[in-house]
Every structure is written in C-alpha cells, then in structure tokens.
C-alpha cells in the first residue's frame, strides 16, 4: 500500500532479526537517495523530535507487528489479504494492477 509494507517470508532466522534486517537495510538505502538527491523537506519529516539515537532519521515506525504463520490455510489467507488491499482501497480493480504486488507473481501475470 501507500504507507506501509506487508511481508511474508519463510523465516531464516527469528522474525525480529528479519524485521530489523528488512528495516535496517530499505531505510539506509532510501535515507541515503534522499541525502544524495538533496530533498531536504522530505529528510526532514524523517527527523527524530528527541536526539537520544545514535542515528538521525527514522523510515519506520518502531511497532512490530509481526506474527507467525503455522498453516497453509493461514499463509494463503493473509497472501489473500495482502494482495486485495490496494483494492479494497479503490487504488485498483484487480490485485494483479498494483504495481508492487506480488499478486502478478501468484497468477503468472507478466
């Protein structure tokens, strides 16, 4: 969607070290595109009010909503949830029209 992101993953590690991997490494690269392209006013609103962190900027929100997925049922339920939000949003007709989902993927849709 707009403003957030919905992963599922087979889990390497905990589901913590993911999150913090997925946070980590997608909020140094768009931190960096913003400093590198000079779009302060968009830095800006990524600014700690309080400077008590040893970094600058935040992309994320600090909440973890994250659970564990125990069946096939339940994976293929919240893929389904996943991929009709854009449409349930009005943003598309069809999951498949989301630009970012991997709804394409799922039907074999180039």
Do not use: C
């Not at 070290?17 to 140094?28: D, E, H, M, Q």
């Not at 900027?57 to 949830?81: A, C, G, P, R």
């Amino acid at each position: 969607m707009i403003d957030y992101l919905h992963v599922l993953t087979s889990r390497p590690t905990t589901t913590s070290n993911v999150l913090r991997v997925l946070k980590g490494l997608t909020a140094r690269r768009v931190i960096n595109y913003l400093k590198e392209n000079n779009y302060s006013s968009a830095l800006k609103k990524l600014e700690h009010q309080k400077h008590d962190r040893n970094y600058r900027y935040s992309l994320w929100q600090t909440e973890k909503n994250v659970f564990e997925i125990y069946s096939e049922t339940m994976f293929i339920e919240k893929l389904n949830y996943i991929h009709q939000n854009p449409v349930r949003a009005g943003l598309v007709n069809r999951a498949t029209d989301w630009r970012w989902s991997s709804s394409r993927n799922w039907k074999g849709v180039q």
